[in-house]
């Protein structure tokens, strides 16, 4: 049984169907890249996972149980399905370390000791624990994208989604955020993954989704879909060696 199944998923704003019609899925253990161009809802798809947006219609299945369902703990299902925003959303006046134990002391009620225990245990596998008394703005891009995937990883989630983690970093910091990522999912943490970027989808997963005009239009290995897929537009998106869209 795959860990998340989207089915027929649906959103709208206002008579806009940026999701029209999704179908997924995400296994136990597995690292998954949806590509596509922009405004295709990649975001939007991350973003209906753990309730950030609203579907319109269709189901999302988390360990068997429709979390579209009006008695979902929104609150539960977000601890369980950890996010790491596009720009980080660090909190400027904490600290690495307090930006990290936060949700572990509001949430989960953990005590100081307790909460200070898990950050560090994070921080120290994402080699940032040298960092944890800096702020934000200390931080250099790379670094502040490390804290956020510890903030995500203390809350020991069953998946852990990202939104263009590469998009405000340098080639340098992006080959650092594909070998986390990789070292990650050797470490079995189940994730999804939206990005732009071909290289570094490239780096991360053989097998990526493409998503567009609101649909799974693909699923395949870049090479099939840049020289074989029958459709043009795609063999044009994964043909774009060495480019970003």
């Keep these: ?7 027929n ?7 806009h169907a940026v999701l029209n019609g999704v179908n997924l899925e995400l296994l136990q253990g597995e690292l998954k890249v949806v590509m596509g ?20 219609s269709g189901t999302i299945s988390f360990r068997g149980a429709d979390i579209t369902s009006p008695s979902t703990d929104v609150l539960a299902l977000r601890q369980s399905i950890g996010f790491v925003f596009q ?18 002391r509001k949430l989960k009620k953990m005590s100081r000791a307790e909460a200070h225990e898990k950050a560090s245990f994070e921080l ?5 624990i040298a960092h944890q008394h800096k702020y934000p703005e200390q931080l250099s891009g790379g ?14 989630p069953a998946v852990v989604v990202f939104d263009e983690p590469t998009s405000a970093l340098d080639p340098v910091m992006v080959r650092e ?4 990522l990789n070292r990650l999912n050797r470490d079995n943490i189940t994730m999804m993954c939206v990005t732009h970027d071909l290289l570094f989808a490239r780096q991360i997963s053989e097998k990526v989704v493409f998503l567009d005009q609101g649909v799974v239009k693909a699923e395949d290995t870049i090479e099939h879909l840049a020289t074989n897929h029958p459709d043009t537009k795609v063999r044009e998106f994964f043909g774009r060696e060495g480019q970003v869209s």
């Design 9 to 15: 998923l649906v959103k709208k704003f206002d008579d």
């Design 177 to 180: 955020v594909a070998e986390l």
């Design 87 to 104: 720009q980080f959303a660090l909190y400027r006046h904490l600290t690495v370390s307090d930006n990290v134990t936060l949700a572990l």
């Design 1 to 7: 049984m795959a860990l998340i199944e989207v089915r």
């Design 37 to 56: 161009p922009s405004g295709c809802g990649k975001s939007t798809l991350l973003r209906c996972l753990n309730r950030l947006v609203e579907p319109t």
């Design 143 to 156: 670094q502040k994208q490390r804290v956020a995937i510890a903030r995500a990883l203390a809350m020991d």
């Design 124 to 128: 120290s596998r994402l080699d940032m």
